[in-house]
């Protein structure tokens, strides 16, 4: 049996190595969407004598919250002498969790765009590659639901921490006096809405192509060939 490189593109017109496409480049919108993200939302404090002052409240991935200064070293706020202080909460190993699944997806559907286009005859030739990739490709699908709804429910939570409420709360020279908090401008975290909505459309493809993997194992050709043709007659055993 030749195992050689042979270059063939015709997979990438079949459903399954277009979908390994598709894969390899939703899994870079949904890693990149989150991992590069920095912003900074501007709390804006209305002091009783009239005077404002502004805080710079900076938070990126991972989301560590509780890394980020918000007043960074001892200074004077409206004649009120204030600590350090940092931002409230911890993302970070949900976003850590979705952005390892999507490089860990990139990864493979890179290493399997190769087989297709190059090791196909070794593929189809034996019953550990489609197998193999079925396994995988089943498994990676209940990592996306996994951890799509796990940086969902982290990525509210970076909104809730870094809202005028919880800077409030955070800042004790906002609570019992006649000093205002309030965020007056929001970081856009439009990329991070974006990097949920593919964390789940990566879900949904995966499933999808789950199914035409599945197509190559031979558990789908033993299931097939064991179902009786239309028209096809039994014919009585031999007496």
């Known amino acids: 049996m030749m195992t050689g490189f042979r270059l063939n593109l015709s997979p990438l017109k079949e459903p399954l190595g277009f979908l390994k496409l598709v894969e390899w480049l939703t899994a870079i919108f949904a890693f990149g969407s989150c991992g590069g993200f920095s912003g900074t939302n501007i709390v804006s404090l209305f002091c009783g004598d009239g005077t404002n002052k ?13 890394t980020f200064p918000l007043v960074d070293g001892n200074t004077t706020i409206c004649n009120h002498s204030v600590p350090t202080t940092h931002l409230m909460g ?11 699944i999507g490089v860990l997806c990139f990864l493979y559907s890179m290493v399997a765009l190769l087989v297709y286009l190059g090791y196909m005859h ?21 990592l996306w639901l996994v951890c799509s709804s796990a940086w969902a ?4 939570n970076v909104k809730d921490a870094t ?10 020279l906002c609570k019992g006096s006649n000093i205002t908090c309030e965020v007056t401008d929001f970081a856009n975290m439009r990329t ?3 990097s949920v909505v593919f964390g789940f459309l990566n ?8 199914w035409f993997v599945y197509k190559e194992t031979r558990w789908h050709s033993q299931k097939f060939s064991s179902q009786p043709g239309p028209g096809r007659q039994q014919v009585p055993a031999p007496i």
């Open 90 to 100: 911890d993302s970070a190993s949900a976003a850590e969790f979705f952005v390892g």
């Open 54 to 66: 502004t805080l710079n409240a900076n938070f990126q991935y991972p989301f560590r919250l509780s």
């Open 203 to 210: 879900m949904f493809i995966w499933a999808g192509n789950a």
């Open 192 to 194: 991070l809405n974006i």
């Open 153 to 156: 429910k982290g990525l509210q």
């Open 122 to 142: 070794v593929y189809k030739d034996s019953d550990f590659g489609p197998i193999f990739d079925f396994v995988i490709t089943a498994v990676l699908v209940f």
């Open 163 to 172: 809202d005028t409420e919880a800077i409030s709360n955070t800042l004790a």
